[in-house]
């Protein structure tokens, strides 16, 4: 297990230095001067070259890209143009915003997804099976960015009983579970649906299996056929989804911030995108390539818990 770990590490460090590359060099070649943006509409050529200049846009790209990539190697990932602050410092700022929104989705979704997967499957072709389908086909269907603007017209504006935007306050208290609700049921919709059909497929390839059927000849309880045997033999594909979802979620969470006002990572991204800001914008999609792969990594070590016939 600990070589095959050191070897994802490794490959996760050669991942990033792709995804770096790519994303450095495309918002390089993109229309639109930083410079300009930040000079305003009332600045001068000898202003914006001046700025330029100060930024180091005028040294050739190739050239741009290897001081950006020796900085982040020392754990730096550059200044904002835009207020000169710290890009490590902005986005450690707005993650534990966006991790906590990532993360409470995942569980409603998990809460929601798998036992609704589970029902279907033991109640194949029945109403039960249909509604669960048909939910299923609505909540991936719906756009998130949709889905959050009607739940905050009928909860926010129409009954009033819950706030439409920001994450301010503790989760743990009453006022920040109640700002937590609606931008949770907006991203966890779409990865819902998704675990609840994975869930349903498992379970009914399962389900078909000679050592079920077994388990259910011996005697064996109906409780303890589903979760001892039905279910935990289901759970592989379950966490695949998962696990490719909580990267998903992180990338949703761009149009949940926007949507709900709040504060987070995903906002911070399309502010910089819309300013210009090279750094933070490579900063932060570094920030979430790195948290996908390790949650990936993570995923397969849960594998081999799960399953005892995996090894690494």
Known sequence: ???????????????????SFIIFFAIHLAPGDPA??????????????????????????????????????????????????SVTQEIMTRLPTTAKLAVSAMLLALIVGIPLGIIAALKKNTWIDFTSTSLSLVGVSIPNFWLGTM???????????LPISGVDDHWWTLAGLKQMILPTITLSASS????????RSSMLEIIQQDFVRTAKAKGLSTREVIVTHEFRNALIPVITIAGINFGA??????????????????????????SRDFPVVEGTVLVIATIF????LLVDIIYAKVDPRISY
Not at 151 to 161: D, R
């Open 293 to 296: 792969a390790l949650v990936n």
């Open 151 to 161: 739940l905050i017209l009928f909860f926010g504006v129409y009954l009033q009983v």
């Open 192 to 199: 819902a649906a998704i675990i609840a059909r994975t869930t």
């Open 249 to 274: 979620l992180l990338g949703g969470a761009i149009v949940t911030e926007q949507v709900f006002a709040i504060n987070g990572v995903g906002r911070l991204l399309i502010n910089a995108i819309t």
């Open 36 to 85: 300009k943006m930040i000079a305003g509409d009332t600045a001068t050529k000898a202003d914006v070259a001046r700025i330029r200049n100060s930024l180091g846009l005028n040294e050739p790209v190739v050239v741009q890209y290897w001081h950006y990539i020796v900085n982040v190697f020392h754990g730096n990932l550059g200044t904002s143009y835009q207020n000169g602050a």
């Open 1 to 19: 297990m600990g070589k095959y770990i050191l070897k994802r590490l490794i490959q996760l460090v050669l991942l990033l230095f792709v995804v």
